[in-house]
């Protein structure tokens, strides 16, 4: 049975498990600089992003990484999902959609206006995931990123 809890400051150990797999399954680990110590500044001191984590047995089988964005059109914050991960072994499960349904009802708890988030364009199975939920593609937009050196370079 899936359950879902709150990760607190003592699972940043935990939470860089699950965002190396997640990494991994991406085919983006070398991209992974992140550490416990950073998460926990981030996540837990600086309250930047909020954790939840699917169990089964007591055990953490996936996670979810989430904070508030805001939206101009809607006059109000939605929230943003950063990362959405199942461990292999545990998929099919429901713990996918439990993650979901949960941050769905922590959207309307707190008067959010939109729960949203990117997949990658080859994640075959996210994305018929994401469409058996009735979740809508964001065909018509584009992301972009500004990081690391060009970052710097445009702050001058």
């Given at each position: 049975m899936t359950g879902i809890r709150t990760a607190s400051a003592e699972d940043c150990g935990r939470i860089l498990q699950m965002i190396r797999a997640l990494a991994r399954?991406?085919?983006?680990?070398?991209?992974v600089v992140a550490?416990?110590?950073?998460?926990?500044?981030?996540?837990?001191?600086k309250k930047k992003a909020e954790v939840l984590f699917a169990t089964e047995d007591g055990r953490e089988v996936g996670f979810a990484l989430f904070f508030h964005h805001f939206s101009t059109f809607l006059g109000r914050a939605g929230i943003y999902l950063e990362d959405l991960y199942v461990m292999p072994e545990y998929r099919g499960k429901g713990h996918g959609k439990a993650l979901l349904k949960r941050l769905a009802q922590i959207t309307l708890e707190r008067g959010c206006g939109r729960l949203d988030w990117q997949c990658l364009d080859w994640n075959e199975r996210s994305i018929a995931f994401y469409r058996s939920l009735g979740a809508e593609a964001l065909d018509?937009?584009?992301?972009?990123?500004?990081?690391?050196?060009?970052?710097?370079?445009?702050?001058k």
């Open positions: 399954y991406e085919k983006m680990e070398d991209q550490t416990e110590d950073l998460l926990r500044e981030w996540i837990f001191e018509d937009w584009t992301g972009y990123r500004l990081s690391g050196k060009t970052l710097e370079e445009i702050a």
